[in-house]
T-cell receptor, first 114, second 110 residues
Framework: EAQVTQNPRYLITVTGKKLTVTCSQNMNHEYMSWYRQDPGLGLRQIYY???????DKGDVPEGYKVSRKEKRNFPLILESPSPNQTSLYFC?????????????FGPGTRLTVL | RKEVEQDPGPFNVPEGATVAFNCTYS??????FFWYRQDCRKEPKLLMS???SGNEDGRFTAQLNRASQYISLLIRDSKLSDSATYLC???????????FGAGTRLTVKP
């Protein structure tokens, strides 16, 4: 089954404790992206990757890191989480060489930073 | 000003009603347009792409007005299962950059 998976789905942590949210896709997509979703603000892009070893900042990259060592994986790293990073996070992937390419989303990770 | 603006709703309609959502976007370089559907606490999923000539998929009709930078979604004969949040999405080809509206919430009641 074609899908994007994320882990963990739910996480409660404390300020300053490093964490990683994994994302994996099995559709051989070049493009992967991380978003956060907050009430009233919609989906905002954190980082994206156009292909292996190619990553770039989105609109809200502060406090986050990513890596793209393999095509299928795109982990999101919070080196020192803070309460303002409490949010719902989505990973997404798609092909890039298409005008109407669908983005496929993972199921989401609900993060609470105390 | 937000890049993609939608009426947040909520829209509360009875089954069988016709409901329309509107969306405006600010970036004239936007080249592709979509409506995504998001159920409560779930991930967004593509509902339909929006083409320049307008397009229809069953009970759903999408329209695009590039001159006014305006997109619409019409749902006819609403079903209970249509209850969800509808996200307007615009894309610029550069960097595959997709911009999401905050969503319009629809509740269809019996």
């Amino acid at each position: 089954e074609a899908q994007v998976t994320q882990n963990p789905r739910y996480l409660i942590t404390v300020t300053g404790k490093k964490l990683t949210v994994t994302c994996s896709q099995n559709m051989n997509h070049e493009y992967m992206s991380w978003y956060r979703q907050d009430p009233g603000l919609g989906l905002r892009q954190i980082y994206y990757s156009m292909n292996v070893e190619v990553t770039d900042k989105g609109d809200v990259p502060e406090g986050y890191k990513v890596s793209r060592k393999e095509k299928r994986n795109f982990p999101l790293i919070l080196e020192s989480p803070s309460p303002n990073q409490t949010s719902l996070y989505f990973c997404a992937s798609s092909y890039i060489l298409a005008e109407y390419n669908e983005q496929f989303f993972g199921p989401g990770t609900r993060l609470t930073v105390l | 000003r937000k890049e993609v603006e939608q009426d947040p709703g909520p829209f509360n309609v009875p089954e069988g009603a016709t409901v329309a959502f509107n969306c405006t976007y600010s970036n004239s370089a936007s080249q592709s347009f979509f409506w995504y559907r998001q159920d409560c606490r779930k991930e967004p999923k593509l509902l339909m792409s929006v083409y320049s000539s307008g397009n229809e998929d069953g009970r759903f009709t999408a329209q695009l007005n590039r001159a006014s930078q305006y997109i619409s979604l019409l749902i006819r004969d609403s079903k209970l299962s249509d209850s969800a949040t509808y996200l307007c999405v615009v894309k610029a080809l550069r960097n595959n950059d997709m911009r999401f509206g905050a969503g319009t919430r629809l509740t269809v009641k019996p």
